[in-house]
């Protein structure tokens, strides 16, 4: 597996199993950097012919993430577009094409 460094998720194979832990404070809240990391290690599992599987899960004890705090999001067009496009249409973009569930 690459050594790609990632400071926003963790990400290791657990006997086939790739294990990508979204880890970003005690809320593991969704920024462009968590999409970009979320993006870089799904497409490195899918990658991986060590790893069949791939699950998302989050650090902590209650829940995966809070989602995007939209509180921290500057309200406008090119902030909302920049979210999206550059963020979570990449995210779902990768996720579609994944051969591995």
Do not use: C, H
Not at 12 to 38: C, T
Not at 57 to 73: A, E, H, K, N, Y
Request: hydrophobic fraction near 50%; charged fraction near 15%.
């Amino acid at each position: 597996m690459s050594s790609v460094q990632f400071n926003k998720i963790m990400f290791w194979n657990e006997e086939g199993v790739g294990v990508i832990a979204v880890n970003n404070g005690p809320e593991n809240a969704i920024d462009l950097d968590v999409l970009a990391q979320l993006t870089m290690a799904l497409t490195m599992a899918n990658n991986d012919n060590g790893i069949n599987w791939v699950v998302i899960t989050g650090t902590g004890g209650s829940f995966l993430t809070v989602g995007v705090p939209w509180d921290s999001i500057v309200p406008n067009y090119a902030s909302i577009k920049e979210l999206i496009r550059g963020g979570i249409k990449a995210l779902i973009s990768v996720m579609s094409v994944m051969d591995k569930p």
